[in-house]
Each structure stands twice: as structure tokens, then as C-alpha cells.
Nanobody
């Protein structure tokens, strides 16, 4: 099955920005892809989707702040996160939509002053 490796997380102050990347071991060209996150003590939740036609969709809480994109030539998914808030603190993962592969290690995003 396809393996994912997420990167780009870090510690950022409220209002700051980060760009997450997700590298896939195989082609993602024909699949809808998504970003998910899991905050401490909470269940993993869906954050954003991008279809194979590059149509995006977002959870309400990140609408207007996050942008999901993809580079099929590089088998890579991105999440540009602006105007970050403390409630965005979580471990971020990527996967297919719907889910059909194991989770990668994730990348930690911490928003704190």
C-alpha cells in the first residue's frame, strides 16, 4: 500500500504560517487526497480535501485560512496554513479520501506564544 511521510510542522506563534508537505511513495494523480489532524486528547478529524480535479473543501474552522494543493508530478500534497490559532495545535496527517492506506508518522504543529 502507499506510504505517506508528512513534514513541515513546527512551533509558531498565533497568527503565524506554516506549509505542510506530504510525500507519497506512489502516484496520487487519480485520487482525492486529504489532510487530517489529531489534537491531544481528541479524535482524529478531517481538515481538508482536494479532488483529482483539484477541487478543494475544508472544515469550517479552517476555511479562509488554510489552502490545500497538490503536485502530482512529485506525488506530493501540501497544506498552506495562515493565521494559525492555538486550536490548530495537533499532529497533522495526510491520506486518501476515502481512507485506504496506513497512517504516516504525521507532523506536529504547535501554535503557542
Amino acid at each position: 500500500q502507499v506510504q505517506f511521510v508528512e513534514s513541515g510542522g513546527g512551533l509558531v506563534q498565533p497568527g503565524g504560517s506554516l506549509r505542510l508537505s506530504c510525500s507519497a511513495s506512489e502516484s496520487i494523480t487519480f485520487y482525492a487526497m486529504g489532510w487530517y489532524r489529531q489534537a491531544p486528547g481528541k479524535q482524529r478529524e478531517w481538515v481538508a480535501t482536494i479532488t483529482s480535479a483539484r477541487t478543494p473543501n475544508y472544515i469550517d474552522s479552517v476555511q479562509g485560512r488554510f489552502t490545500i494543493t497538490r503536485d502530482n508530478a512529485k506525488n506530493t500534497l501540501y497544506l498552506q496554513m495562515n493565521s494559525l490559532k492555538p486550536e490548530d495545535t495537533a499532529l497533522y496527517y495526510c491520506n486518501f479520501i476515502p481512507l485506504r492506506s496506513s497512517w504516516g508518522p504525521g507532523t506536529q504543529v504547535t501554535v503557542s506564544s
